[in-house]
């Protein structure tokens, strides 16, 4: 059974940092590029950024870039999201995802507000 779980949201202050875990299981995730996007209150997707299936090739949306980094450990079937200098636009469910969105998980809400 494929899973993809997200954790690690929550409230925080504008410049603020928060790190976002997406554990897999139920498929190969080392053979996978992955990808986070977001979606704020009353919007649609955004990409966020991806992560080639070895972690050595990494993009971002203009959005983030600067801010926000993203890994991979293949040995723990997991995907990191570090997110600095948080933004109150940052607001969003942040969901992960294969490259294509073949399976994605259900979210993690990131609030930020003083």
């Known amino acids: 059974q494929v899973q993809l779980v997200e954790s690690g949201g929550g409230l925080v202050q504008p410049g603020g940092s928060l790190r976002l875990s997406c554990a897999i299981s139920?498929?190969?995730?080392?053979?996978?590029?992955m990808t986070w996007v977001r979606q704020a209150p009353g919007k649609g997707l955004e990409w966020v950024s991806a992560?080639?299936?070895?972690?050595?090739?990494?993009s971002y949306a203009d959005s983030v870039k600067g801010r926000f980094t993203i890994s991979r450990d293949n040995a723990k079937n997991t995907l990191y999201l570090q997110m600095n200098s948080l933004k109150p636009e940052d607001t969003a469910v942040y969901y992960c995802?294969?490259?294509?969105?073949?399976?994605w998980g259900k979210g993690t809400l990131v609030t930020v507000s003083s």
């Open positions: 139920g498929f190969t995730f080392s053979t996978y590029s």
């Open positions: 992560i080639n299936s070895g972690g050595d090739t990494t």
């Open positions: 995802g294969t490259w294509g969105m073949t399976y």
